[in-house]
Nanobody
Framework: EVQLVESGGALVQAGGSLTLSCAAT????????IGWFRQAPGKEREGVSA????????YYADSVKGRFTTSRDNAKNTVYLQMDRLKPEDTAVYYC???????????????????WGQGTLVTVSS
């Protein structure tokens, strides 16, 4: 059974930093693309970043490019999202998701992913 568990969400001041983790079990982790998504109250879930399975290449939404960094540790079956220079508009529930598919053009599209974690709340105060 595929399981993804996010952790690290917290209340942080604007300009601060936070690192989220996504721990995975139940599948061959290094064969899967892992994406990070977020959903703010009243808004649709949007893609934040993704990291490829084969070469570890990363992809980012324009809204977080230069501030967020995603990485993976295949030995620990864990993906990280380092978030710097946080803004109040980054406030959301953050989810990680896994996909065995291919095609980087789809990596920030939620329909590309088949398995999801339960989410972790990030609140950025102004």
């Amino acid at each position: 059974e595929v399981q993804l568990v996010e952790s690290g969400g917290a209340l942080v001041q604007a300009g601060g930093s936070l690192t989220l983790s996504c721990a995975a079990t139940g599948f061959t982790f290094d064969e899967y693309v892992i994406g990070w998504f977020r959903q703010a109250p009243g808004k649709e879930r949007e893609g934040v970043s993704a990291i490829d399975s084969s070469d570890g290449r990363t992809y980012y939404a324009d809204s977080v490019k230069g501030r967020f960094t995603t990485s993976r540790d295949n030995a620990k079956n864990t993906v990280y999202l380092q978030m710097d220079r946080l803004k109040p508009e980054d406030t959301a529930v953050y989810y990680c998701a896994a996909s065995y598919g291919s095609g980087s053009v789809f990596y920030l599209n939620r329909d590309f992913y088949t398995d999801w974690g339960q989410g972790t709340l990030v609140t950025v105060s102004s």
